[in-house]
Structures are given as structure tokens and as C-alpha cells.
Nanobody, 120 residues
Framework: QVQLVESGGGLVQAGGSLRLSCVAS????????MGWFRQAPGRHRELVTG?????????YIINPVKGRFTISRDYAKNTLYLQMSNLKAEDTAEYYC????????????WGQGTQVTVSS
């Protein structure tokens, strides 16, 4: 089992920045990849960006956040980050981190979520 705890959300004005953190605990050696998802009211949860845990290589990022969001990780601290800059009102959502044990299984472990609200 892997436990994930996010932090760093909050209220920010448009154009501002936030950094989300996600600390993993438990069987972290079993993690293959991690990602950040978001879900806005009335919308489906979507994968924003993801990386391969072992080498920190980002393998996916959605177009609306390219150039504004950066995913990274600190392997020694078992922590995943999402640096968000130039935030827009449409970035308002609940943000979740998730972990996958392997490529086939998909994201199995989920954090509780952290709210990001961008005021325009």
C-alpha cells in the first residue's frame, strides 16, 4: 500500500503561483509513476501531468498548462511537486496526486485532494 498526502492548495489571484506537494509513504519502492489530476466542478477528473518515479522524467502534460505548470519529484523525500505559475481562473479545481504500481495497472493510489481556487 502507498499513502499519499497533498498540501499547498489555496486561494490565489490570477497570474499568481502555487506549489503543490504530495508526500508518499508506505511501499514507495513499488511506485512506477506518479501524476497530478484535477477535477473542476461539473467536469471529469483529468490527468494534468505525470512522471516516471525512478528517474523523474515527465511523460505527459496537457496543453492548457504547458509552459505554466512543472512536475518534479524529490526521490529521497518521497515527494511529488507541481509548480503552477501564471494561474488562470480555469485552473480552479480540486487537485489530486496519484501513484501507479506499473504501466498496465494505471493509477491505483490516490491522495485526498487539495483545493486550488484562482480569482480573476
Amino acid at each position: 500500500q502507498v499513502q499519499l498526502v497533498e498540501s499547498g492548495g489555496g486561494l490565489v489571484q490570477a497570474g499568481g503561483s502555487l506549489r503543490l506537494s504530495c508526500v508518499a509513504s508506505g511501499n514507495t519502492f513499488s511506485i512506477y509513476s506518479m501524476g497530478w489530476f484535477r477535477q473542476a466542478p461539473g467536469r471529469h477528473r483529468e490527468l494534468v501531468t505525470g512522471l516516471t518515479w525512478s528517474d523523474g522524467t515527465s511523460y505527459y502534460i496537457i496543453n492548457p498548462v504547458k509552459g505554466r505548470f512543472t512536475i518534479s519529484r524529490d526521490y529521497a523525500k518521497n515527494t511529488l511537486y507541481l509548480q503552477m505559475s501564471n494561474l488562470k481562473a480555469e485552473d480552479t479545481a480540486e487537485y489530486y496526486c496519484a501513484a501507479a504500481r506499473d504501466r498496465a495497472s494505471g493509477f491505483t493510489y490516490w491522495g485526498q485532494g487539495t483545493q486550488v481556487t484562482v480569482s480573476s
